[in-house]
């Protein structure tokens, strides 16, 4: 990146004019409100003045938290707020019941909130690239959820409360230190550097024999050490 030139002129705030004119449609005629790239320290409070928005994209901006008026946007669908630096989800997160798909991908979580489980029309959850080591018991609560992304955290379990999660095709793992042994009954003292959970109705018959075939060459070899 280039060095700052001195004396260089701060972003001025986004108005609300300019706000209005960074909303488009998506193929299926959606509309969208994209301010990713706008260098923005804070969401303006401007965006509340703009009505039904089924996206919102606040993605690779310098965010640290996300702005108490985020219930405004209770009939948005895709939430996107990846790459920022927010340390922490508000408990209003509740009240955005009509989200299927939030983005929370790199960032600086430490923690979610409980509210998170309200969520209940969620399809996608993408929480990778955080700092995230557990997650609350109450994500168990999102019956809708299909994909639930934990890369790159500091998970040293499969979180248990997945197993609740009846429509959930795949969970990726992978970079989180999670030894084999645990996940999948390899030989200890590996770490999951690619590790996915994967439905098993999803796989098609020859994937299914050939896991069956390694479990079973694995589990011999693990009987003849012990």
Do not use: W
């Amino acid at each position: 990146m280039g060095k700052k030139k001195k004396g260089g002129k701060k972003p001025r705030p986004l108005t609300l004019k300019a706000v209005q004119k960074c909303v488009d449609l998506t193929m299926d005629g959606r509309r969208r409100l994209d301010l990713s790239y706008k260098g923005l320290t804070a969401v303006p409070a401007c965006v509340q003045k703009v009505m039904d928005i089924s996206e919102l994209n606040l993605s690779r901006n310098l965010l640290k938290k996300i702005p108490p008026f985020i219930d405004h946007f209770d009939s948005t669908a895709v939430l996107d707020l990846h790459s920022n630096y927010i340390e922490e989800i508000p408990h209003n997160i509740k009240d955005l019941t009509g989200l299927t798909v939030l983005n929370l991908c790199n960032n600086r979580l430490t923690s979610l909130p409980i509210e998170i489980g309200k969520l209940c029309n969620l399809h996608i959850l993408n929480l990778g690239l955080n700092q995230l080591k557990v997650l609350p018991t109450s994500i168990g609560n999102l019956k809708e959820l299909r994909y639930l992304g934990l890369s790159y955290n500091h998970f040293t379990t499969v979180p248990s409360c997945t197993i609740k999660l009846k429509k959930l095709e795949k969970v990726n793992l992978e970079g989180n230190p999670i030894k084999y042994q645990e996940a999948t009954g390899v030989k200890k003292g590996s770490k999951a550097d690619r590790f996915h959970v994967v439905k098993e109705s999803l796989l098609c018959k020859n994937c299914l024999q050939s896991f069956q075939i390694d479990r079973e060459k694995l589990n011999s070899i693990d009987g003849y050490d012990t």
